[in-house]
């Protein structure tokens, strides 16, 4: 399809059932107004019902709104059990909300508010809902990570939810470095079952709401450069949707813009950073995400490491 890809090559989602997290606004917005106007049946799966059946009333199709708090692992299971009494099989899981930069705060299970939401409240989702998806050929669940996954991004195993010192630009990194890392192993436990495939994406800089909490040092100069180096929340939901429906994506792939450093054009495949590869601490965050989050997925850790 060349570099150009848009939403004009999504190929006819008829038949097909997705569920897109935080999808009232920004780049979520843009990935399901997208499907939906391809033909599936989306699910806007958002905190604020009131703002997603608002974003829903502004989209052509089959769309509806499921509440879903992820900084709530009760409202996870609860959104879960909803739209397994709905539906029984799902083709699409977008794990796109996300929090960025937040002050220093907690979910309401004590996580750190980065690292609960934008990876613990999707893996626990994913992982309630993947028997949905195993049975259903060409399925697939696409993690929507950042660029910032490469900036002072590390795993920090010996304070996880950062209560010895914080730093909300690290603590961002980490969730999105979190966010590969999960892709990744999941992808390695669905390979034997040859159907779901896990991929990633990312939106390079895109002008959405995400960035209301952005350090003050850097709030001038963004707001000054940004013209130039942020592009439409449509452009930056494009790398998600090619994730969600090229046929000739892989599982494992990640996929950005195609322009400079990946902050803007039409979408590619991309790679990640050299840490996000390790297999040792992808499974070591995997095993300590089951325990946080109490959430088993029914995909076992493969007998003999698969490398991508």
């Known amino acids: ?130 028997d949905l998806m195993l049975p259903v050929p060409g399925s697939r669940v696409v993690t929507v990570s950042s660029i910032g996954h490469r900036v002072r991004a590390a795993i920090h195993f010996d304070d996880l939810q950062w209560e010895r010192s914080y730093g909300r630009v690290a603590a961002y990194g980490q969730s999105k470095l979190a966010n590969l890392m999960f892709t990744y192993e999941l992808q390695r436990r669905l390979a034997a079952h040859g159907t779901t495939i896990a991929v990633a994406a990312h939106p390079g800089v895109s002008s959405t709401e995400l960035a209301r909490n952005t350090p003050a040092a850097f709030r001038l100069p963004i707001t000054w450069l940004a013209p ?21 994506v892989l599982g494992g792939q990640y996929y950005g813009p195609g322009g400079r450093m990946e902050i803007m054009g039409h979408p590619r495949l991309v790679t990640s950073s050299p840490e996000s590869y390790e297999m040792a601490v992808q499974r070591r965050l995997w095993a300590v995400s089951e325990d946080l989050t109490g959430v088993r997925f029914p995909v076992a850790e493969p007998e003999h490491v698969i490398t991508m």
């Open 1 to 130: 399809m060349g570099e150009k890809w848009t939403t004009a090559n999504i190929p006819d989602q008829r038949g097909r059932v997705a569920v897109v997290t935080g999808a009232n606004t920004g780049l979520g917005f843009e990935t399901a107004k997208a499907l939906a106007e391809r033909g599936a049946a989306v699910v806007l799966a958002v905190r604020d019902v009131g703002k997603g059946e608002r974003a829903a009333a502004r989209m052509t199709g089959d769309v509806s709104v499921q509440a879903l708090d992820l900084t709530s692992l009760d409202s996870v299971r609860a959104a879960a059990a909803a739209l397994r009494s709905r539906f029984d099989r799902l083709d699409l899981l977008i794990n796109n909300a996300g929090v960025m930069y937040t002050p220093k705060q907690t979910t309401r299970d004590g996580f750190e508010m980065q690292f609960g939401t934008n990876h613990l409240g999707h893996f626990a989702l994913t992982g309630l809902l993947l």
């Open 228 to 248: 130039l180096i942020t592009q439409t929340p449509a452009m930056g939901a494009l790398p998600t949707l090619r994730a969600a429906t090229d046929p000739a």
